[in-house]
C-alpha cells in the first residue's frame, strides 16, 4: 500500500513538473494624437503586460498595476518616486471610463482585415459618448497574435469585476488582442452652471469650431513570455500619496488611448 501511494505521488509530482509556467505577454504600442488642446501631433510609446490576473501599463512618466486577485490597482509615478492606492474596480465615473477605454462597447464586426506587426488581425467599430464627446473607434483583434488567449482570459475577468460591482459595461470586449485602434473624438456641447446665456452661446461656438481629436493606436512589438512577479508590484521605497481632489493636475488625467491603454492594450 505504502509503495502504491509513493508511486501516485511521484507520478503526480512528475506531471506537476511537466506543465509549464503560466506564460504572460508584453504588448508594445506606438499612439499618435492630433487635434488636443496641448496642440500636436502628439506621440507616445506604451508597453502593456499582462500575466495571470495581473496586469502593468506603462508609459514615458507613469505605470499603472492592476490587481484582480486582490482587488487593487496601484497608480505609480517613477520620477518622483510615489503610488496611489485605489479599489479595483472603481466606481462612479471611473468606472464607466475604465470600462469604455478597455473596449466594452457594442462593437461590429467589419467585413475588413488587415496584418499589423505580422499578425492577421479583424476590424470592429463602434460608437460612444464620453464625458469628452462622441467617440467612434475601429479596432482589429487578433486571436492568432502570440498571448492572445492569456489576454483574452485577463479582460474577461477584468470585465466580469465591473459587471460584478453593479458598473454594467455597454457591451463585450471582442476575442483576442486589439493590434490597432483608430478613434476620433468630437467634441459634446458644454454646459457650465454659473455662465450667462452669452457666454454659454460663445461656449458652444467655441466648441463647434474645434477639430476632432484623433488617436492612431498600433501595436509594434508582441512577445509571449514569462514576467518577473516584481513586476506587478509596488518598487521599495516609493511613498503612498493620497488620491488628488477632481482638477489636480496628474492621475489618469486624461484617456490612456486604448485605449488605456487600454486600457488596457487600448
Known amino acids: ?53 495581473k496586469e502593468r501599463i506603462e508609459g514615458s512618466d507613469h505605470a499603472i498595476i492592476i490587481d484582480l486577485d486582490d482587488g487593487q490597482m496601484f497608480y505609480l509615478e517613477p520620477t518622483q518616486k510615489t503610488y496611489v492606492q485605489l479599489p479595483f474596480p472603481p466606481t462612479g465615473p471611473m468606472a464607466q471610463m475604465m470600462a469604455r477605454a478597455a473596449g466594452a462597447m457594442n462593437f461590429k464586426k467589419e467585413s475588413t482585415t488587415r496584418k ?16 469628452g464627446g462622441d467617440v467612434s473607434m ?15 482570459a485577463f479582460m474577461k475577468i477584468y470585465m466580469d469585476k465591473f459587471k460584478s460591482s453593479g458598473a454594467q459595461p455597454t457591451g463585450d470586449v471582442p476575442e483576442g488582442i486589439p493590434l490597432a485602434s483608430d478613434a476620433t473624438m468630437k467634441m459634446n456641447k458644454i454646459n457650465i452652471p454659473g455662465l450667462s446665456a452669452d457666454q454659454q452661446a460663445k461656449l458652444q461656438q467655441m466648441m463647434a469650431n474645434r477639430k476632432p481629436i484623433t488617436t492612431q493606436t498600433v501595436v509594434t512589438k508582441i512577445v509571449e513570455q514569462k514576467i518577473s512577479a516584481d513586476q506587478f508590484k509596488v518598487p521599495a521605497g516609493y511613498t503612498k500619496r493620497e488620491l488628488p ?8 488625467g486624461g484617456p490612456k488611448g486604448a485605449p488605456a491603454a487600454a486600457p488596457s492594450a487600448h
Open 1 to 53: 500500500m505504502k509503495q502504491a501511494i509513493a508511486i501516485v505521488a511521484g507520478v503526480a509530482m512528475t506531471m506537476a513538473a511537466a506543465i509549464p509556467a503560466l506564460a504572460g505577454v508584453v504588448i508594445t504600442q506606438q499612439e499618435s494624437r492630433q487635434g488636443t488642446p496641448q496642440g500636436g501631433p502628439q506621440q507616445r510609446v506604451q508597453t502593456i503586460s499582462v500575466q495571470g490576473k
Open 245 to 252: 481632489k477632481p482638477g489636480d493636475h496628474g492621475m489618469m
Open 116 to 131: 499589423i506587426a505580422g499578425y492577421e488581425c479583424k476590424d470592429y467599430s463602434a460608437t460612444t459618448t464620453s464625458m
Open 138 to 152: 475601429v479596432d482589429c483583434y487578433s486571436t492568432t497574435a502570440p498571448g492572445s488567449k492569456e489576454y483574452n
